[in-house]
């Protein structure tokens, strides 16, 4: 799991994963990304990309587009 961690860290620095991490929901734990790509190909290959999808050990993913966003603004740090 730490090369798991360490891509998706990468795909975070890089500016393509907006927030990513493990939810635990009452039927078990799964994971969730919010990326930023131009289209359904980019996400399938950033998917691909991921060591636990890659090492073929049962893990698999969705994607599901997100036509509009609405973030919280945040302020700036004072000064």
Partial sequence: MERHSA???AQADAGRAIALGPVFAKDG?????LVEVPDGNAAQALADG???IAAS???RFEIAAIPKLILRH???PAA
């Fill in 50 to 52: 991921d060591p636990v």
């Fill in 74 to 76: 945040v302020a700036a």
């Fill in 29 to 33: 734990a799964w994971g969730m990304a």
């Fill in 7 to 9: 891509y998706w860290r």
């Fill in 57 to 59: 050990l049962g893990f």
